[in-house]
């Protein structure tokens, strides 16, 4: 019989990854019989969760950042596993926008000792259909965003170029490289199937928490646990007047622009205007590109080791 408990940890998260077999001794102490297993290569970390489940694996710690996170959640709901299993989250990556959504800390320690006296809970997730690089359509699931446009790009960027600077100061350095270099992009927005915008858009973020781009406070409301997206979305601005603004996302406060807008809903779909595709990510992982479908999916998983919710 496996242990109750599988930790999935993604080597290459973070810029100084803790030591593994002090890890997982650490975490025994708190959560008793456990196996820690290591991902290989892209998409491992959805295989080795789903596989554990069907073993009979009870409960699962990710330990990595966003993109791990992803790749776990992805397993398990395609899989359509949600219900038997509870996960837990070690942030070690290096933007873990999810963590700060969920108020987790970040220091080792204290996320080890939450996850044995931190409480359960069910929170949404939501499933995105876009179009790859090679065209083909695919469908995958995320627990925190997906944003289209100059989100997409930043992304892009910082899986090549930025990784090394950090999570504020490279999101900050790769935001700032896609708003000089590319055009905006010209979309269509339907949220619950009502058109909410047509036209030029530099960003439009499908939140279920509410930080992203490591350590924008994008959707300051948003719950990851009531059933409905909140869908950012900016409207037209100039290069200057984008880059002067960035300051008041980090804030939270750029809710109150003109030019910014907020609904709410659990279908989202994002339609390029003509021949003005747009790159697509989810949980700070570049996927692809615009037309694409989102759903939400209400009490999806149950996450334990989570603090306490404010009543």
């Not at 984008?242 to 109150?256: E, K, S, V």
Request: include cysteine; glycine fraction near 12%; hydrophobic fraction near 40%.
């Amino acid at each position: 019989m496996p242990a109750s408990t599988l930790v999935i940890c993604n080597p290459k998260a973070g810029s100084s990854p803790p030591r593994f077999s002090r890890l997982e001794v650490r975490l025994e102490k708190v959560l008793g019989d456990l196996e820690l297993t290591r991902t290989r290569k892209p998409r491992d970390a959805s295989r080795i969760a789903r596989e554990a489940i069907r073993s009979g694996v009870k409960r699962i710690v990710v330990g990595g950042g966003d993109g791990t996170l992803l790749e776990v959640v992805t397993g398990i709901l395609d899989a359509g596993l949600g219900k038997e299993v509870e996960v837990g989250f070690l942030p070690l990556g290096t933007g873990c926008d999810f963590a700060r959504s969920m108020n987790l800390p970040r220091s080792l320690s204290d996320s080890i000792d939450l996850l044995g006296a931190g409480e359960s809970r069910s929170l949404d997730a939501g499933r995105v259909q876009f179009v790859e690089r090679g065209g083909e359509s695919r469908t995958t699931c995320f627990i925190n965003e997906a944003s289209f446009g100059l989100s997409g790009l930043t992304v892009d960027w910082m899986n090549r170029y930025g990784r090394k600077l950090g999570p504020r100061l490279g999101f900050a350095l790769a935001a700032g490289q896609s708003v000089l270099r590319y055009p905006t992009p010209d979309l269509v927005v339907l949220v619950d199937g009502e058109e909410v915008h047509s036209g030029s858009t530099p960003m439009v973020v499908v939140a279920n928490g509410s930080f992203f781009g490591g350590g924008m406070k994008v959707a300051p409301d948003a719950s990851l646990d009531d059933g409905l997206f909140d869908v950012v979305i900016v409207g037209a601005l100039s290069r200057s007047r984008l880059l002067a603004n960035f300051p008041a996302l980090y804030r939270g406060t750029h809710t109150t622009h003109p030019a910014v807008s907020i609904y709410r809903g659990s279908r989202v779909q994002v339609l390029p205007k003509e021949d003005s595709s747009v790159l697509l990510d989810a949980d700070g992982e570049a996927l692809g590109s615009s037309p694409a479908s989102i759903e939400m999916l209400p009490s999806a998983l149950t996450f334990f080791g989570l603090p306490r919710k404010s009543p």
